[in-house]
C-alpha cells in the first residue's frame, strides 16, 4: 500500500496512524504480529484469527501507537504482562507496512520507502521551506476566496479610498499598488486570524462576520496610513535639504526608511507593528532637528546603534541565503528600532525600556544560550 506524500507534508505525517494501515489490511498485520510473540503467551490466544477479528470490531484510538494498543488487549485477554520487546514488527513482511511516495512541490516523485524516519533524516530539512510556502498559498487561496465574498463592501472601500493618500503614496508605488495592499491588509485582519476556517461552514461564517467590519478596518488602516505617509513627506524634505551637510546621518537615515518602507509593507505587517510607524518617522524628525545643532552628539549615537545593528545584519543575511527565519532575529529587528527613538528621541517613549546596554544583554544571551 503506497501513500503519496507531498514534500509540505513530509514532517506532519502522524506516524501512529500510519502503523494502522487501512481496515481491509489490518487483521493480516495483527495476525502477523500475533505470530511473533513467544509460544508461551501464543497459545493462550488460539485461535490467532478470531483474536485479530475481534480486536478489530472494537474502538480504538488510532493516534496511539498500534502495538501499545495490541498489547494491553492481549495482556488482558490472559492475564499475564508481556515482556517489552514481546512483539517483534521488523520481522513483517514489507507490504505490512506502509510505503511512502514523496513528491516534490510539481508532483514528481523524489524517493520511495517504507522508513519514515529515513525519509525525514534526508528530506525533512528541504520540508520546512517547502511547508511555509504551502501555508502560504493556502493562505492566498483563502484570501482571494473571501475577495470574492466581500467584494461589494471592498468596492465601497476602493471608490472611498481618500484622493491624496494615492498622491502621498506616489514615491513609494502606484495607486493601484496601494490600493491592493489595503485590501489585503483588511482582509488578513478581519478574515485571516488564526485560526483559518477549515470548512465552508467555518469560512461562510467568518465572512458573514466580517461583512459589517470590512469597511470600518479598511478606513482605520487609511487613516494610520495617512498619518504614516504625511510624516514621511516631511522628512523627505528635510532630509533633502541636509543630505550634503550630514551625509553619513543622511545614508544612515535613507537605509532606515528605505527598510520601514520597503514594498509592500502595508500587507506585509501586522497593523499593531504599523501603529508605531509615526512615532517611528516623529523620531526621525526630531533626530534631523537635533543634527543640525549637535552633529558630533548624531555621530556618537549612531556608532552606538551600529555595535548592535551589524552583527545583527550579518546574521540576518547569512540566515536569509539559506533560507531558514529565526523569531529571534525578527523580534530584535523592531527593538533596534525602538532603540533609534531612545537614542535620538527619547522625549517620544518606547513602550518598554530599550537601551544599548540592555539590548547588548539580550544579543549576548541568546549566542551563549
Known amino acids: 500500500m503506497t501513500l503519496s506524500l507531498p514534500l509540505a507534508a513530509l514532517n506532519r505525517v502522524p506516524e501512529q496512524r500510519i502503523e494502522w494501515l487501512v481496515p481491509g489490511l489490518l487483521k493480516e498485520k495483527l495476525v502477523a504480529l500475533l505470530k511473533t510473540l513467544p509460544q508461551k503467551y501464543r497459545h493462550r490466544l488460539q485461535p490467532l484469527d478470531a483474536f485479530a477479528e475481534e480486536f478489530c470490531d472494537a474502538e480504538h484510538d ?19 504482562k508481556l515482556p517489552l520487546d514481546a512483539f517483534r514488527p521488523g520481522e513483517l513482511r514489507p507490504h505490512l507496512s506502509m510505503n511512502f511516495r514523496l513528491l516534490d512541490e510539481h508532483g514528481a516523485t523524489l524517493a520511495m520507502s517504507r522508513n519514515l524516519a529515513e525519509l525525514r533524516a534526508e528530506y525533512g530539512g528541504f520540508a520546512e521551506p517547502s511547508e511555509e510556502k504551502a501555508a502560504e498559498q493556502e493562505r492566498l487561496d483563502l484570501r482571494g476566496r473571501f475577495m470574492l465574498a466581500l467584494k ?3 468596492k465601497f472601500v476602493d471608490k472611498n479610498l481618500p ?32 485560526p483559518l476556517p477549515e470548512s465552508d461552514q467555518e469560512f461562510e461564517t467568518r465572512a458573514a462576520a466580517a461583512k459589517g467590519r470590512v469597511v470600518l478596518v479598511a478606513q482605520e488602516i487609511a487613516r494610520l496610513l495617512g498619518t504614516v505617509l504625511a510624516e514621511y513627506g516631511v522628512l523627505q524634505k528635510k532630509l533633502a535639504a541636509m543630505q550634503k551637510a550630514f551625509p553619513q546621518a543622511g545614508a544612515d537615515i535613507s537605509a532606515q526608511l528605505a527598510a520601514l518602507l520597503a514594498r509592500g509593507f502595508i500587507a506585509a505587517l501586522p497593523y499593531e507593528r504599523l501603529a508605531h510607524f509615526p512615532r517611528y518617522l516623529k523620531a526621525v524628525n526630531l533626530r534631523l532637528d537635533k543634527a543640525r545643532n549637535d552633529a558630533a552628539r548624531d555621530a556618537r549615537l549612531m556608532a552606538d546603534w551600529q555595535q548592535l545593528a551589524r552583527p545583527w545584519e550579518r546574521e540576518r543575511l547569512a540566515l536569509a541565503k539559506s533560507g531558514q527565519v529565526d523569531p529571534f532575529l525578527e523580534e530584535f529587528r523592531w527593538l533596534l528600532e525602538e532603540l533609534r527613538v531612545a537614542l535620538f528621541a527619547q522625549e517620544l517613549k518606547t513602550p518598554s525600556p530599550v537601551s544599548v546596554k540592555r539590548l547588548q544583554k539580550m544579543w549576548e544571551g541568546r549566542h551563549h544560550a
Open 62 to 80: 488510532v493516534d496511539e501507537a498500534l502495538v501499545k494498543a495490541l498489547t494491553r488487549a492481549v495482556e488482558e485477554k490472559i492475564a499475564l
Open 152 to 154: 461589494e463592501q471592498l
Open 163 to 194: 484622493r491624496e493618500l494615492g498622491m502621498q503614496f506616489m514615491a513609494l508605488g502606484s495607486e493601484k499598488e496601494l490600493k491592493e495592499q489595503i485590501v489585503a491588509a483588511t482582509l488578513d485582519r478581519t478574515c485571516l486570524v488564526a
